[in-house]
């Protein structure tokens, strides 16, 4: 028997050529893992201008088991939109660039792949604080901001320490701070249970639409706030002016140090606030009295 193959046109033979090589491209594309996703995450840093500091983002394949840091890729970091340097991943999957910012303000950072680590399109955002000394730094307690109450949150295994469950914002809260942020004081956000993490935290910041501000974790000690304060002096960042917060020991710290407090009393409580802390029910007024 004779069997007869078809003949090949010029224009059949191009697809013919074509498909194979799409079908060889796939074949080889790296895979990182079945189930995976890259995601980059950079955190805020806080500085002043004309003084140096360490811009980082992680590049990390989630995994059901947990993420993993993706090693020898070259990142790309732009500051306001201008590309300002390259770094290249460690195990961890971390890169490291220093930078000295010359402009005073909450100056975005954008960290991408380089065109040779042949990453996908994707991005991480953060905010190179870069804040003038002088100028008032508001301390505000996240309880303040959270319409119910700070849970942790236990879906985050196998991290050894949860995280919280923030939920909504009080209604008016954002608006308030950024018209405070946006006029007069440069903010720093408290998480006083010791439970948060700070990837998770700017994240929800950002989604309930509340201005940039430098986050710190603290102990749930008694002592936690009256540190900072400390820690914050000797850093140079002396000018603490104000805070808003929900509790009688947060107001009892801030009136010692002779700092303006207001509270936001969500619910009726047994608690006594020192006379010179003002109580109110919502955010509504808040800026009438910082």
């Given at each position: 028997?004779?069997?007869?193959?078809?003949?090949?046109?010029?224009?059949?033979?191009?697809?013919?050529?074509?498909?194979?090589?799409?079908?060889?491209?796939?074949?080889?594309?790296?895979?990182?893992?079945?189930?995976?996703?890259?995601?980059?995450?950079?955190?805020?840093?806080?500085?002043?201008?004309?003084?140096?500091?360490?811009?980082?983002?992680?590049?990390?394949?989630?995994?059901?088991?947990?993420?993993?840091?993706?090693?020898?890729?070259?990142?790309?970091?732009?500051?306001?939109?201008?590309?300002?340097?390259?770094?290249?991943?460690?195990?961890?999957?971390?890169?490291k660039l220093t930078f000295t910012p010359k402009m005073?303000?909450?100056?975005?950072?954008?960290?991408?792949?380089?065109?040779?680590?042949?990453?996908?399109?994707?991005?991480?955002?953060?905010?190179?604080?870069?804040?003038?000394?002088?100028?008032?730094?508001?301390?505000?307690?996240?309880?303040?901001?959270?319409?119910?109450?700070?849970?942790?949150?236990?879906?985050?295994?196998?991290?050894?320490?949860?995280?919280?469950?923030?939920?909504?914002?009080?209604?008016?809260?954002?608006?308030?701070?950024?018209?405070?942020?946006?006029?007069?004081?440069?903010?720093?956000?408290?998480?006083?249970?010791?439970?948060?993490?700070?990837?998770?935290?700017?994240?929800?910041?950002?989604?309930?639409?509340?201005?940039?501000?430098m986050i710190r974790i603290l102990s749930n000690e008694?002592?936690?706030?009256?540190?900072?304060?400390?820690?914050?002096?000797?850093?140079?960042?002396?000018?603490?002016?104000?805070?808003?917060?929900?509790?009688?020991?947060?107001?009892?710290?801030?009136v010692q140090h002779r700092v303006q407090t207001v509270?936001?009393?969500?619910?009726?409580?047994?608690?006594?606030?020192?006379?010179?802390?003002?109580?109110?029910?919502?955010?509504?007024?808040?800026?009438?009295?910082?």
């Open positions: 028997m004779i069997i007869r193959l078809p003949r090949f046109t010029s224009n059949c033979f191009w697809w013919f050529r074509t498909g194979l090589v799409i079908l060889g491209s796939l074949l080889t594309v790296p895979c990182l893992g079945a189930q995976s996703e890259m995601e980059m995450y950079v955190p805020d840093v806080l500085s002043s201008p004309g003084k140096e500091i360490i811009l980082q983002a992680r590049l990390i394949e989630a995994l059901p088991e947990g993420h993993a840091g993706i090693s020898e890729k070259t990142l790309d970091f732009s500051v306001q939109g201008k590309l300002v340097g390259h770094a290249k991943t460690n195990e961890d999957g971390w890169a005073r303000g909450n100056l975005q950072l954008v960290v991408k792949g380089a065109p040779e680590s042949h990453l996908p399109p994707i991005q991480g955002k953060g905010t190179l604080l870069s804040w003038e000394r002088r100028r008032p730094i508001i301390l505000v307690d996240l309880a303040a901001l959270v319409e119910g109450a700070m849970v942790p949150d236990e879906q985050v295994m196998p991290f050894p320490m949860p995280g919280l469950l923030l939920g909504d914002a009080q209604s008016g809260a954002s608006h308030e701070l950024g018209k405070l942020a946006e006029f007069y004081y440069n903010v720093i956000y408290l998480d006083r249970t010791g439970r948060g993490k700070i990837d998770t935290i700017q994240v929800w910041l950002r989604k309930q639409g509340f201005p940039p501000g008694p002592s936690g706030l009256a540190e900072l304060l400390e820690t914050l002096k000797t850093e140079g960042w002396e000018n603490v002016s104000a805070g808003i917060g929900q509790t009688a020991d947060f107001a009892d710290v801030l509270i936001i009393q969500k619910l009726e409580t047994s608690e006594k606030f020192p006379r010179r802390a003002i109580v109110l029910k919502d955010w509504t007024r808040v800026r009438r009295h910082l």
